[in-house]
């Protein structure tokens, strides 16, 4: 925060003291056309109550998946592992919303085109991207947005890949051949594969409205 602060401030001197030098004499047109700007909207503040109701919907369902994958990999081995995550993570993703929260996974390379992030998240998750080259990615980012005509609460959580994920998100070269080929076969149009350790995979979302 400090450094996108400092970059404003350096932004900001730089352009009054190139205003002048660009427009001489154009001070009052200046001043008039900007009166008829409407000024930026005041940046809603996410309360800490809401925070916290979407920061724990992340933490379930994250938890519930995580739980599930876990188990089913280990009693069913990756194959087995995979006939849950297709026929399961949709409907559990889709059971942790409530009339309050609207929660789900979202990437940039789709395995599941159900999880196609829309514009918005889009920008953020390429933020996140941008970030975690950096190595300066978030835990976590609450962002308001106007949502139409509504504000809406968002929290961002970013999906990183651990070894585990890399039996169906990896190399394909080191998928087991047969998970490939199920995987090619209920997927056709996967993006998902050629993961390492440590990239970004996607992010949960949960979003509440403000008003
Ligand atoms: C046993 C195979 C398997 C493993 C292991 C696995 N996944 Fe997946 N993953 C899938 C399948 C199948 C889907 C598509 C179904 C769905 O979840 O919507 C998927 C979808 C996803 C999605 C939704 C986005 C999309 O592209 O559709 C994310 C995010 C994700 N996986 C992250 C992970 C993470 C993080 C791990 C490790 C903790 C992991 N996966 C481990 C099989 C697996």
Known sequence: MKIVAALLSVTLLALLLLTPACAPGDGQKAAAEKTEVAPPPVPVEIPAQV????KNSVKMLGGTLKGHLV????EKGTLGALEFCGSQAQTLTGEASTDEVFIHRVSLRLRNPANQPSDFERAQLE???????????????FIAHKDGERDAAYFFKPLMMGKPCLLCHGDPAGIEPEVLARLQELYPTDEAVGFAEGDLRGAFVARTYLN
Do not use: H, M, S, V
């Not at 925070?51 to 979407?54: A, D, G, S």
């Open 127 to 141: 933020r996140f991207e941008a970030l975690n080259a950096e190595g300066k990615l978030p835990e976590g980012a």
């Open 71 to 74: 188990a089913a990999l280990d």
């Open 51 to 54: 925070k916290e109701t979407l």
